[in-house]
């Protein structure tokens, strides 16, 4: 008896360890960007292990492997609910285990369709790859990650985001783990390791092309128009933040043509307010106290600073918009931008409406509305800049937008005040920097506590501040008006994706016993 507990003790204890170690391997390059080729290998062991399982073992595995990464990728994410809500450790620790399972539920599909698929025949698992894209693509997702993301410490394959976006990225990788996998499972077959092969190349091919596009875009941006930039880093939190931004900008007189300063830096002003050179008008539609009446009364060039503003008869009450406001240097508010993309947990809770207790929970005590304007701001200088605020520069579809309409450079105005971890505040970074390959757009993020930094087309950092300090740079950008591919066309690979796997859903339901016996009966004869 006590020999067949030990055995069967092991049956079940190298499985888990095996299970919890692909997801390890695949949440690894999420913190250190050097290992994304053992996350690669994770992802081709968590397939190969889930297509020698029955259906219900390899979802099961594959959810457990994809919980283990994801917890281990956004570590910080409990430690930054505590910090932002009214739930405490112990409900903050609920919350975020709740949000990594239910993100983890695409890694299940993941294992269910490898296990299907080696079912129809060993050369299905390439149908791996577009549904996987289709599952991380529709899933909804509260940490807007892709797996795209954890490949940023390879350069050559994220060009491909000019093509097709983070889908694009996901696919090169997915092929890779798919022909490992493919020649893993019938080693000594020709028809497996000329599949391989082929898939191989494929990947090979794709870096090569990141490779010289790489070079050329370096070339490009040297001998591009550059716009000069002044960052100021300060946390608007703090009481003496406006006057601190006031004189580290007096530092770049003359030196730059547009400041920016972070989300949060003035007071909350009535849609109405058109200029600051007014004490008493600007008092009048503003809600009091607010130290920012007169945000910058030395200014010499364009100002991009982040503040809120609200409607008729919403003065203390709201609702409020989250809202940019580009000042020339006659003190004159000469546009704005409103956020469109609202942060989840930060800015509304999901299911709030039938749920109202959701917002005493996330300390809401603010009602915030989606902009709906895509449009850049336009400079004295003439350049266009495509804004972002917050949570926005995670999303793709917002520096499209903004980039189609015509923005020459992209901008984030960023308060991450509220998060404590400084891993919090480098992923955000991390789930941004795709947006400039995508759209060949120089990013600027000003960032309250960081990370302030230029973010080149190619994607490359080229200049950044430390975190949680008070500091300001003058960053030289360069401008671009070409439209990529995925500009133009926004995410077709995704949408190629999603047409095959509902087709393969169809399909296989056409091919199950059930559905076939049932299509099979011939009526009864008359």
Not at 28 to 48: M, N, S, V
Not at 62 to 70: E, K, N, R, T, Y
Not at 498 to 506: G, P, Y
């Amino acid at each position: 008896m006590f020999r067949s507990a030990i055995v069967t003790t092991r049956g079940w204890i190298l499985p888990t360890l095996m299970t919890c170690g692909v997801g390890v391997m695949i949440g690894l390059p999420w913190l250190y960007q050097a290992c994304y080729p053992i996350g690669l290998l994770g992802y081709a062991w968590l397939i190969f292990r889930a297509a020698r399982m029955a259906g219900a073992p390899a979802l099961l595995h594959s959810f457990v492997s994809g919980s283990v990464a994801l917890a281990i990728a956004f570590h910080w994410a409990s430690q930054s609910i505590s910090d932002t809500t009214n739930l405490g450790n112990v409900l903050s620790w609920v919350v975020f285990g709740c949000l990594v399972f239910w993100e983890a539920i695409p890694f299940g599909l993941l294992g269910w369709a490898a296990s299907c698929c080696q079912r129809w025949g060993p050369r299905w698992i390439w149908a791996l790859v577009p549904l996987w894209i289709a599952f991380t693509t529709h899933w909804p997702k509260v940490f807007a990650w892709e797996t795209a993301h954890a490949f940023l410490g390879f350069p050559a394959i994220l060009q491909l985001a000019e093509l097709a976006g983070t889908a694009g990225v996901t696919a090169a990788a997915m092929i890779a783990a798919v022909a490992v996998v493919r020649w893993g499972l019938e080693p000594s077959r020709l028809s497996a390791k000329v599949e391989a092969s082929l898939g191989g190349s494929v990947v090979v091919v794709a870096c090569l092309w990141g490779t010289v596009t790489l070079e050329h875009w370096r070339e490009r941006i040297a001998s591009a128009e550059q716009l000069r930039v002044g960052v100021v880093q300060v946390d608007p939190s703090y009481v003496e933040s406006l006057n601190k931004m006031q004189v580290m900008s007096d530092a770049m007189e003359g030196k730059v043509d547009l400041l920016l300063w972070p989300e949060s830096t003035l007071g909350h002003y009535h849609v109405g307010l058109d200029h600051f050179r007014d004490t008493d008008h600007t008092m009048d539609n503003a809600e009091m106290p607010n130290p920012a009446v007169d945000p910058y009364p030395r200014i010499y060039c364009d100002l991009l600073a982040g503040g809120k503003t609200y409607e008729n008869g919403g003065k203390h009450c709201g609702p409020y918009k989250n809202t940019a406001f580009l000042m020339d240097c006659h003190y004159q508010i000469v546009d704005r931008y409103v956020k469109r993309s609202l942060m989840p947990i930060g800015e509304y809770m999901p299911f709030e409406a039938w749920f109202p207790v959701m917002r005493e929970w996330a300390a809401l005590d603010k009602e915030i509305v989606r902009g709906t304007d895509d449009r850049p701001l336009r400079l004295s200088t003439g350049t266009k800049v495509g804004v972002l605020v917050c949570y926005e520069d995670m999303v793709a579809a917002n520096a499209s937008s903004s980039t189609r309409e015509g923005a020459d450079c992209l901008v984030a105005l960023v308060n991450g005040s509220a998060f404590t971890d400084s891993d919090t505040l480098k992923q955000h970074l991390q789930l941004a920097q795709l947006r400039t390959i995508e759209n060949r757009r120089s990013l600027v993020r000003c960032a309250a506590t960081g990370v302030s930094c230029l973010i080149q087309p190619d994607g490359t950092i080229s200049q950044q501040l430390p975190l949680n300090t008070d500091q300001s740079m003058i960053v030289s950008v360069p401008l671009e008006s070409k439209l990529t591919l995925y500009t133009r066309h926004g995410p077709w690979l995704s949408r190629g994706c999603t047409v095959f796997a509902m087709a393969l859903i169809v399909v296989s339901c056409l091919k199950s016993p059930m559905v076939m016996r049932t299509l099979s009966r011939q009526p009864a004869a008359d």
